[in-house]
């Protein structure tokens, strides 16, 4: 089964990880799911920061 990967400098999706692991976001089950990589983190960064601003209060 492949995997995929977001390449953060190119923001072009990688099947099996062409790149340095220092610019992959990974490993993905699917093209799309790797195409969602930034939606992701900003997502999850958010959360995270929400989290310390309760913990914080």
């Known amino acids: 089964m492949s995997q995929y990967w977001f390449n ?3 923001h072009e999706v990688e099947k ?3 790149s340095g692991w220092q ?3 990974g490993p993905y089950e699917s093209r799309a799911e790797a195409e969602q ?5 900003r997502e999850r ?3 995270a920061d929400a989290l ?3 913990e914080n209060a």
């Not at 990589?37 to 983190?41: R, Y």
């Open 16 to 18: 099996d990880a062409q």
């Open 45 to 47: 960064n958010d959360m």
């Open 23 to 25: 610019s992959l976001i």
């Open 8 to 10: 953060v400098r190119t």
């Open 37 to 41: 990589a930034l939606a992701k983190v």
């Open 52 to 54: 310390d601003e309760d």
